[in-house]
């Protein structure tokens, strides 16, 4: 009995254990798994006469054969029951040329091929072997191990932006070959924008007791089963951005990114990048690679357009033709992109004003104010003041590590009856300051006056003249001011005069439709 490798076994002639086997000669190589369990094994059995040195090898190249299948058998399956959206490229490179093993759907979407099989097909027939493609062709010809490497890609004529992971097959069974993990750049920037979104705010979440809040609520929980663009109006510190983070996390785009972007915190120059994104080398100190504009990363989902009457001009112009067309070309590009994004949008300026003044555009204010939705100002919520307060009060403390203050009587009657010009982000902020600088577990009304006084020219209640008088005088023109009138007219105008679907139109029950009518002394219109 010879035992040539390690558990290769041979016996020939008087080798064997039995007299009967004598005239034979008996080889046997095991089929092992990668992780060293027995699988099986060949045998081969033949005359002694027949019988020659190397019969050893050749069982054992079978077995080598063999356990090279199992081996890609085990990696394709593997690799086969990944979720679909994984982007898996596997080449083999053992004669000198790099051919494909696997290529999953998400890498034949990404490059933006037929989907078909590409089993063994030449990648530099798909990926040539261009400057462009170099940074990609010296991972594989080096072998090297990458982790997210960000590449530009040329395949078929298209730059493809892609993060790649790249590491060289195990070398065993004397293949040679590289795995990667392939990502498209636009697909991590989405997910990134969607993990990244602070869409919080729902219906639940937000606080309001007031009727007039919970007509808002109700209005745009209808509005925002509906795919139509909504315009919000109200002053500043209301609770737009609120509004619309609810709206989309009750639509059906909840599951989508939703951004958000400040249309008066950019440059004229700035903003069409932001929006659009823009391709390479579209200006001098752009990134490399271009980049991504919000539109596209809100592609599928909703974009906050918020402060949209400080847009200028020339943009809204270019947002309107969007808007109809439903694509654009990026800064500097030519391709044609095309998107599907819900379209917030916010103000807190008379946009009526801005229009007569010719600084907003008609046709785009009615292209985005299909659902217009007034938010109230907390002046005429006075049953929200208490509540946000308390809510605030609880959250504040909370983050603060403090325990829960109290506002003393006389405090908690100012407060319902200072008209907070600048809304429940005022409230907000007063009790902030208040709490992070004081220790005393009550808060006194004269703290509160003291704080405001820093910041107010004099304090507004309502006792004083008429409320929405004194806070506009000392509100510039051009900011909205809330009239509900104005609400009532355009629902009966949308409505053709129909009351009831008015009222439903405004989220509020015909009766007190009515009697709102009768307050504003619209009863015969
Ligand atoms: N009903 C509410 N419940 C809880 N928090 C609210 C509510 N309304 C507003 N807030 C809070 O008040 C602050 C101001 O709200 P928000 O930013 O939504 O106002 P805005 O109308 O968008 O203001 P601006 O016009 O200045 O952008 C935020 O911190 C927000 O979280």
Redesign the pocket.
């Known amino acids: 009995m010879g035992i040539l490798q390690e558990s290769l076994v041979s016996l020939i002639g008087e080798n064997n254990f039995s007299r009967f086997l004598t005239n034979g000669a008996y080889f046997f190589a095991p089929i092992k798994l990668e992780n060293g369990e027995l699988y099986g094994g060949i045998a081969l059995a033949i005359p002694r006469c027949s019988s020659s040195d190397n019969m050893l090898s050749w069982v054992f190249t079978i077995t080598q054969v063999i356990e090279l299948q199992l081996f890609w058998f085990g990696t394709v399956n593997t690799l086969g029951n990944m979720p679909d959206n994984y982007g898996i490229l596997s080449i083999d490179r053992s004669n000198g040329q790099s051919h494909i093993l696997i290529m999953s759907d998400e890498v034949i979407k990404i490059f933006g091929l037929p989907l078909r099989d590409y089993y063994y097909e030449r990648l530099d027939n798909i990926i040539p072997t261009t400057s462009s493609n170099k940074s990609f062709w010296k991972i594989i010809d080096t072998d090297q191990k990458v982790t997210d490497k960000n590449i530009r890609l040329d395949v078929k004529g298209k730059q493809i932006d892609i993060s790649i992971s790249a590491a060289p097959l195990k070398q065993k069974f004397h293949t040679h070959g590289i795995i990667l993990h392939i990502t498209s750049i636009k697909q991590i920037s989405r997910l990134n924008s969607q993990y990244s979104s602070n869409a919080q705010y729902s219906f639940d979440t ?3 007791k007031s009727d007039a809040m919970q007509a808002v609520i109700q209005r745009s929980k209808t509005a925002s089963l509906t795919d139509s663009n909504i315009l919000l109006l ?1 002053e ?7 509004i619309a983070q609810a709206i989309h996390n009750n639509s059906k785009r909840r599951n989508q990114p939703f951004i958000a972007i400040n249309c008066a915190s950019l440059s004229k120059d700035l903003i069409a990048s932001e929006l659009f994104g823009y391709e390479s080398g579209a200006f001098t100190g752009a990134k490399k690679e271009g980049t991504l504009g919000k539109f596209e990363l809100a592609d599928n989902g909703t974009l906050f357009l ?2 949209i009457g400080d847009m200028p001009l020339d943009l809204q112009a270019i947002l309107l033709r969007v808007l109809e067309e439903k694509s654009f070309r990026k800064v500097g590009g030519n391709t044609v992109v095309h998107v599907n994004v819900r379209i917030i949008a ?1 103000t ?1 300026k008379n946009l009526m004003k801005k229009i007569s003044d010719g600084l907003f555009r008609e046709d785009l204010f009615y292209r985005l104010g299909i659902i217009r939705i007034h ?1 109230p100002p907390l002046r005429s919520r006075e049953s929200d003041i208490m509540i ?1 307060a308390r ?1 605030f009060i609880t959250q504040i403390c909370a983050q603060l590590g403090k325990p829960a203050v109290r506002l003393s009587e006389s405090a908690a009657s100012f407060f319902k009856h200072y008209l907070w010009p600048g809304n ?2 005022e409230l ?1 902020n007063t009790l902030e300051g208040i709490i992070s600088t004081n220790d005393e577990l009550e808060i006194s009304e004269q703290e509160i006056r003291h704080y405001l006084s820093d910041f107010t020219v004099g304090a507004q209640f309502r006792e004083h003249a008429a409320a929405s008088q004194l806070v506009s005088n000392t509100q510039d023109q051009n900011e909205y001011i809330y009239d509900e009138r104005k609400d009532f007219v355009q629902a009966l105008k949308i409505c053709h005069n129909n009351k009831t679907k008015a009222a439903d139109y405004l989220g509020i029950p015909l009766r007190t439709f009515y009697r709102r009518l009768k307050k504003y002394g619209m009863l015969m219109v």
């Open positions: 937000i606080i309001k109200g500043s510190g209301v609770g737009k951005d609120v918020d402060e916010a807190n938010i946000l809510h429940v982000r907000k």
